[in-house]
């Protein structure tokens, strides 16, 4: 059994800064590939950032550039850096497995705005 829970999350300007985290209990997190989602109002969770292994991330074009994923295994956790934010990055956010398949954890909300 994996329990996912997200922090970091807030309200920010445009074009500012925000680091979320994702801690992982269970014995198998070192195992998952791992992803950051994120569901705006009115619209489908999608899938923003994702990392296999240590090392191999991959990116939405709407993030790519601004946007870094990151894992400590040692601390069971997940990071994602979030640089030069849009009202349109907006949302909550959601760590899983990109199976997405764990239980989804409360996420945290990010809000953009002037």
């Known amino acids: 059994q994996v329990q996912l829970v997200e922090s970091g999350g807030g309200s920010v300007q445009p074009g500012g800064s925000l680091r979320l985290s994702c801690a992982a209990s269970g014995s198998i997190f070192r195992l998952l590939a791992m992803g950051w989602y994120r569901q705006a109002p009115g619209k489908q969770r999608e899938l923003v950032a994702g990392i296999r292994g240590s090392s191999d991330t991959n990116y939405a074009d709407s993030v790519k550039g601004r946007f870094t994923i990151s894992r400590d295994n040692t601390k069971n956790t997940l990071y994602l850096q979030m640089n030069s934010l849009k009202p349109e990055d907006t949302a909550v956010y959601y760590c899983?497995?990109?199976?997405?398949?764990?239980?989804w954890g409360q996420g945290t909300p990010v809000t953009v705005s002037s």
């Open positions: 899983n497995n990109l199976r997405g398949n764990i239980d």
